[in-house]
């Protein structure tokens, strides 16, 4: 099985700056890559929305309300995703997830191997921004 695990976020000030990641890992024996990578977010109260995607060859977009402050990046050795955000206004506290396609190796005896495409969700990380 594979998962995804965030960190980062926190208390900021309003009009500050702070950082999430998020890597893929398994947690058997399973063998993957990541496609596309991308973080999402819910505020209170609110739908689920995307911020930010990053492709597989590193080609970020954005949400038009991201405006600039943030950057989506990706380590994609370490299958790892990062998302920093800066100028930070109260619109912007919500919990971000982080989220991949995957693809799984069911049979690498075959030419070219098999998988299975999964779509992942990280746990979530809680960002407050305080005026």
């Known amino acids: 099985q594979v998962r995804l695990v965030e960190s980062g976020g926190g208390l900021v000030q309003d009009g500050g700056s702070t950082g999430l990641s998020c890597a893929a890992s398994?947690?058997?024996?399973?063998?993957?890559?990541?496609?596309?990578m991308g973080w999402y977010r819910r505020a209170p109260g609110k739908q689920r929305e995307l911020v930010a995607t990053?492709?597989?060859?590193?080609?970020?977009k954005y949400a038009d309300f991201v405006k600039g402050r943030f950057a989506i990046t990706r380590d994609s050795a370490k299958k790892a995703v990062f998302l920093q955000l800066n100028s930070l206004d109260l619109a912007d506290a919500a919990v971000y997830y982080c989220?991949?396609?995957?693809?799984?190796?069911?049979?690498?005896?075959?030419?070219?191997?098999?998988?299975?495409?999964?779509?992942?969700w990280g746990q979530g990380a809680l960002v407050t921004v305080s005026s």
């Open positions: 990053i492709s597989r060859d590193g080609i970020p």
């Open positions: 989220n991949a396609a995957v693809s799984v190796y069911t049979d690498i005896s075959t030419i070219p191997p098999r998988t299975r495409n999964i779509e992942l």
């Open positions: 398994a947690v058997s024996e399973t063998r993957f890559y990541v496609n596309s």
